[in-house]
């Protein structure tokens, strides 16, 4: 970023409408003395000519000023958002632009660098734990095998095995809420697209749509692994159906999926969201499904919440304005 003098915005767009109004001003009073001079029609294409190329000069001072450096600082953060690592634009134009561009790439550096950091730490995280819990599998192995394990005592081992596949479980689905955060599904899909793969993948559930052909601003893959994770919990809660309803209000897009299972709890509504919370810990459950569907749809500017029912469990997917 050099230090040279840029024009502030005011004075680029003062300058450009005084510069058209001086032109216009220019070309009355050049009309009233070359007219008679030379003729009319000659004096008024001499000064179309000349107003014309006055005028590409204005508009290419505009474009270098203001337009370039738009579009260059709208590719860089278009190329972050998809994952890239482009350089700073190269040109800011005016100061407010130079300004606003500086702040703009010094955000997405400190967003790249703190997910950098977050999964740096989770892998490291996960890759200390991962030797004493091998151990742990390994010695349990050996009790089970040898021959010599006290009848009394294989509960106990039993146990501590159980806790060893919890820890593993836990640690897949700490990466798994990790890497949510950092994958991006651009695009767009509909219900309908995904419906054959949701059936087929639970077939215990009946699935049905609404809305099945409005467009949802997120690619089939990502919405996939949403709506998944939605119908496990739904299955594993006992529900039968689920209803998945798509539509647009206020200019954004809004998912409802529905299920006719048990519900949530009061006390357990509030906290469902929160990482490692589970009610189903003695199943297996490890708590982390809805944290990376909420990780998932954050890092694309969308958000879920549970909404009231009736009956059943209610969840409602808001996606950003203007991309539904």
């Known amino acids: 970023m050099s230090r040279r003098w840029r024009p502030s915005l005011g004075f680029v767009l003062g300058g450009a409408l005084a510069g058209t109004l001086a032109l216009s001003f220019a ?11 030379i003729g009319f029609r000659t004096a008024a294409l001499a000064l179309g000519g000349a107003i014309a190329l006055a005028t590409a000069a204005l508009g290419w001072l505009l474009v270098r000023l203001l337009l370039r450096p ?3 600082l709208e590719a860089y953060a278009r190329a972050q958002e998809s994952g890239a690592e482009p350089p700073p634009p190269a040109h800011f134009g005016t100061r407010e632009l130079h300004a606003t561009a500086r702040r703009v790439i010094a955000m997405a550096e400190a967003l790249r660098d ?12 996960t890759h200390e734990i991962k030797t004493p819990v091998s151990a742990i599998r390994a010695a349990c192995e050996l009790l089970e095998d040898g021959g010599t394990l006290d009848p009394a ?17 836990q640690l897949s689905a700490l990466r798994e809420a990790a890497r949510a955060r950092e994958t991006r599904y651009l695009g767009a899909t509909t219900l309908a697209e995904l419906l054959p793969e949701l059936r ?10 609404e ?14 692994i949403v709506l998944g994770q939605l119908l496990r919990n739904a299955a594993e809660s006992g529900a039968g159906a689920v209803t998945l309803r798509a539509q647009s209000e206020a200019g954004r897009a809004i998912l409802d999926i529905a299920d006719d299972g048990p519900g949530i709890s009061p006390g357990n509504a509030e906290r469902i969201f929160e990482p490692f ?19 998932l749809l954050a890092a694309h500017r969308a958000g879920i919440r549970t909404m009231p029912a009736p009956a059943g469990t209610r969840f409602r997917i808001l996606f950003p304005p203007g991309e539904g």
């Not at 005592?153 to 479980?169: F, K, L, M, T, W």
């Open 153 to 169: 005592d294989a509960p106990i081992v039993a146990q501590i095995d159980g806790a060893r596949a919890q820890i593993e479980a």
């Open 277 to 295: 919370f589970t009610t189903r810990r003695e199943a297996g459950g490890t708590g982390m499904g809805l944290a990376v569907v909420r990780n």
């Open 211 to 224: 809305g099945a052909e409005a467009p949802l601003p997120l690619a089939a893959p990502g919405l996939a």
């Open 114 to 125: 703190r997910e950098a950091t977050v999964r740096s730490f989770t892998d490291h995280v």
């Open 70 to 72: 738009i579009h260059a």
């Open 200 to 209: 087929a993948d639970w077939p215990g559930l009946t699935v049905q749509a």
């Open 27 to 37: 070309g009355l009073v050049a009309l009233r003395y070359l007219g008679p001079a």
